[in-house]
């Protein structure tokens, strides 16, 4: 048990719709992280958020977009999307410079 | 793409055998950890070993770090069958990103 909760865990849209992922970080988590992983890599890093303002973006274009709210959770949103969004998307919630406790993950699939 | 590398890609032993896994960063690090994924699911934290640390356990787990070198190993020792899953090494640049390896499927058979 990580106290990190990602909804939902499968999700299927279709190309150039608009998609919300969410997470639910533990209390203390004060930093969230949002990481996409393609099928047979690492995760790659997208954004990160701490106490409700992004303090830090990985190679991903402005149509990735998220939130961070005072109870600890995080929404990631992608607008457009494309084949290659395809991955699973990982939620990681942590208190400064320690290790991160990721959530399940959710899986999403454009068609 | 990924910023660090993880050797062997794959690595299949027998149950009860010792499993060492390579790792290779090229961004200077606060902190070096280690993960494991089960089945595409989520990352499960294994162990952290700072920068000023060289050698760390935790169970049947070695972590060692050179930073001299930027690498690290994992060591799993006698091994299980639930020991089975992709790891991935993962530096930490303090309050930043973790910039994590490709992975290495570990297979343990019965």
């Known amino acids: 048990e990580t106290g990190v909760t990602q909804s939902p865990t499968h999700l299927i849209k279709t190309r150039g719709q608009q998609v919300t992922l969410r997470c639910s970080s533990q209390?203390?988590?004060?930093?969230v992280s949002w990481y996409q992983q393609a099928l047979g890599q690492g995760p790659q890093f997208i954004f990160q958020?701490?106490?409700?303002?992004?303090?830090g973006r990985g190679n991903f274009p402005p149509r990735f977009s998220g939130l961070q709210f005072p109870n600890y959770s995080s929404e990631l949103n992608v607008n457009a999307l494309e084949l290659d969004d395809s991955a699973l998307y990982l939620c990681?919630?942590?208190?400064?410079?320690?290790?991160?406790?990721f959530g399940q993950g959710t899986r999403l699939t454009v068609v | 793409s990924q910023q660090g590398e993880e050797d062997p890609q794959a690595l299949s032993i027998q149950e009860g055998e010792n499993a060492t896994m390579n790792c290779s960063y090229k961004t200077s690090i606060n902190n070096l950890q280690w993960y494991r994924q089960n089945s595409g699911r989520g990352l499960v934290h294994l162990i952290l070993i700072r920068s000023n640390e060289r050698e760390k356990h935790s169970g049947r787990l070695r972590v060692t770090l050179d930073t001299s070198k930027k690498s690290s190993s994992l060591l799993i020792t006698a091994s299980r069958a639930a020991d089975t899953a992709s790891y991935f090494c993962?530096?930490?640049?303090?309050?930043?990103?973790?910039?994590f390896g490709q992975g290495t499927r570990l297979t343990i058979n019965p």
């Open positions: 209390s203390g988590h004060n930093t």
């Open positions: 990681a919630g942590r208190t400064s410079n320690t290790e991160a406790f």
């Open positions: 993962a530096a930490g640049s303090g309050a930043q990103k973790l910039v």
């Open positions: 958020y701490y106490r409700e303002e992004e303090n």
